[in-house]
């Protein structure tokens, strides 16, 4: 079955649906990163190009079926005007009488932006009533929420039954053709990097990576939590014990498939985890007493390099670090510098935190694709697929 693309359908005269990520983060009642919002353009423009009127419908934040004045949409919708330098309605709610009328009064080339879609419960409860009435507010359905796609949410899953027209938008598009090349005979060899701090939930995405990798390096708590499974001294280093079996279980699937994997061959040990913390690099991979590992050693990250540059498809997942703390950055930033020198190999980043840390190497410009999805992405990396993509499929 193949992805349905905007690229495959035909919008003129039509009003369409389309549901984005527009879930910025907000400081002060002020939108303090526009990306998510700057990352939806190409598709808007497309689809107003093609003469389509642009019925729009986001969350934001977490409202939890209520409606919360905080996290209203009508300051993306200025926003958006402002960055596609073109007038974008508002309404204050998705569905209902008002949104109907609104709606109908389009013209050709109009875009209006719904108020948040999660102030209604029905939305996560993924309510086949509540996506039937956001569906009657337009003749297509198009998709460019990556973010969300691994959530069956009715504006993402639901709503699709309820249109023959529906596809997917560029970033979908860009998000699946770059997470399915890694799956799919990606060049050898494939190197897989692997930190941050949620273990448990990657173990998924690691075995099912395991099948098509050459190479495993780990750092921040991930490594730790393989370096507890090899039983050896962690001091007080941060680990998720819970997934400390299944750590185990993976060394030995690694070890059958006689892959390469390290743990670093040295550490970062902080007295406690503060910028004015002391700090120095020990000599082994182990970690004393009373003490945390707060970054990779400068031996790990020597060798480190050294797999990043014989690797041909690269995909990174998590921090080597505490890199919120300068004196602790050191690791992931020169892991971010590499893989930005691999200009001819083919890298991807996934995970929040992993795409902050490139960007403040500067070196984003040089990654192959920066995955705008967190959650998202790791599920696709384990599953293949995700349920809000399955349904915009033919
Ligand atoms: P991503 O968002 O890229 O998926 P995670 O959210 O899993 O990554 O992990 C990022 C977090 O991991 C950062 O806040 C970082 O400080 C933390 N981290 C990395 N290394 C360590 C460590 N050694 N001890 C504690 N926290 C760590
Ligand atoms: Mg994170």
Redesign the pocket.
Known sequence: MELQTIEDKDYKGKRVFLRVDFNVPLENGEIIDDTRIRAAIPTIEYLLQKGASLVIASHLGRPKGKVDPGLSLKIVARRLGDLIGKEVKFVSDCIGPEVKKAVESLKIGEIILLENLRFHKEEEEGSEDFAKELSSLADCYVNDAFGTCHRKHSSVYGITKFFDNIAAGYLIKKEVSALSKLLENPEKPFLLIL????VVDKIGMIKNLLDKIDTLITG??MA?TFIKAKNWEIGD??VEMEAVPLAKEIIKEINKRHLEFHTPLDHIIADKISPDARYFATERGTIPHNWI??DIGPQAIEEYTDCINRAKTIFW???M????IDAFAKGTLEIAKAIGKREDAFSVIG????AAAVNKAGVADKISHICTG?GASLEYLEKGTLPGIEVLKK
């Open positions: 930190g941050g701090a949620k921040g708590v730790y280093s941060k590992g707060v997942n998590g921090p670090g505490i890199y919120e995970g929040g935190d992993s967190g």
